[in-house]
């Protein structure tokens, strides 16, 4: 009996972290929190060193942070592909629609990078480091924490078309924008739930003119946004020009990690189409958004689930990928 127990003790042992944390989805391999702990023990304590300090200096990079892992993700899995420069072979994800002019904190993710290459060569993927620094970013403006899986590994290239097709635009319909995250494994709910990222950052007067005064060709605001919200906005983001004007995704508590964002969606104070169209164009969505916005505690639940989910896309593991030595490049051989 006492035999067969400790049999059964190892064997769980062994395969625990493989069991506990292997996460869905799409070929993702075997992710589990304690990846580092024999091989850079630091590692965690040095991101998160460095978002503190980025944030401090500038508080919006929290939600640049976050969203670079979201961009990441969503195009060939989270492999860092977001991250690399063009050069000869390839053509940087940087310029894509939604990323040009728009997807920031790569410098935070250098500095990051370049520490944790002193500290254990070699060792830590630049992926992991983005999800690192995405849950660090929560936690910082206020929201939950969650043990991030770790043990990605980085890509050899990068997907400007995948870039560009495949992360949602702010003006996209309801329906594009659920099946745009089904095709990365994800439902309504992770949908529903991880928009509520928006509870902090900015967007740039660009991404939402046409709610402002030609919604849908008829040359009148988007009737599902609150008249005088809309009109504050106009003051800012006149018809033409003023494009990189920047707006809060959510005007109440604008660096606060709060259910504020799905508070707004139910007063029709939604910033981008793709927001607000959560709450009107879908009875699961809106019946989401309405328990988020009375129950923080229920949303921050499921956030941690649903990117969990989501940093678990087709990640590269084992010997697949590599780790890289600069995030912005491909390692030379
Ligand atoms: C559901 C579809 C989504 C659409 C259409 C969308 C679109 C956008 C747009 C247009 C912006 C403003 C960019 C700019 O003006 O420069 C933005 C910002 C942001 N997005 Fe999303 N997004 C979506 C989902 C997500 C998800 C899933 C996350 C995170 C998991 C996320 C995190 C963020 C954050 C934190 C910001 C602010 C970034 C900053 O201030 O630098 N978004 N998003």
Redesign the pocket.
């Known amino acids: 009996m006492a035999h067969s127990m400790g049999f059964i003790a190892l064997l769980s042992l062994l395969s625990f972290a493989p069991l506990c944390f292997s996460g869905n989805t799409l070929g993702g391999g075997h992710l589990y929190p304690q990846f580092y702990d024999h091989s850079c023990p630091k590692a965690q304590e040095i991101v998160r060193y460095f978002v503190v300090e980025a944030v401090a200096e500038d508080p919006?990079m929290a939600?640049?942070l976050?969203?670079l892992?979201?961009h990441d993700c969503f195009v060939k899995g989270c492999d860092a592909s977001v991250l690399l420069d063009s050069s000869a072979t390839i053509r940087s994800e940087k310029g894509s629609n939604p990323n040009r002019n728009?997807a920031?904190g790569f410098e935070v993710i250098d500095g990051i990078k370049a520490a944790i290459e002193e500290e254990c060569p070699h060792t830590v993927s630049c992926a992991d480091i983005l999800a690192l620094a995405a849950r660090d970013s929560v936690v910082l403006t206020g929201g939950p924490y969650w043990d991030v899986p770790l043990g990605r590994r980085d890509s050899k290239g990068a997907s400007l078309r995948g870039s560009n097709n495949n992360i949602?635009?702010?003006n996209?319909k309801f329906q594009t924008?659920l099946t745009k995250f089904k095709l990365q494994g994800l439902n309504i709910v992770d949908?529903v739930t991880?928009?509520g990222?928006?509870t902090?950052?900015?967007?740039?007067c660009t991404?939402f003119r046409q709610r402002l005064y030609n919604q849908s060709g008829n040359g009148k605001p988007d009737y599902t946004l609150n008249k005088s919200y809309a009109a504050r906005l106009r003051a800012r983001c006149p018809t033409s020009g003023s494009d990189q004007n920047l707006f809060y995704?959510d005007f109440v508590s604008p660096v606060k990690f709060d259910n504020n964002y799905f508070k707004n969606l139910l007063a029709y104070k939604g910033l981008?189409s793709?927001d607000q169209v959560l709450f009107t164009k879908n009875d699961v969505s809106r019946e989401l958004v309405k328990k988020y916005a009375y129950n923080q505690e229920l949303f921050f639940e499921q956030f941690t689930k649903s990117?969990i989910k989501?940093g678990n896309i087709s990640s590269l593991t084992g010997y697949k990928g590599e780790i890289r030595k600069n995030c912005r490049k491909v390692n030379a051989y």
């Open positions: 919006r939600a640049s976050l969203r892992h979201f728009s920031r949602p635009g702010p996209s924008i949908l991880l928009s990222s928006h902090i950052g900015n967007a740039q991404n995704l981008l793709s990117i989501m």
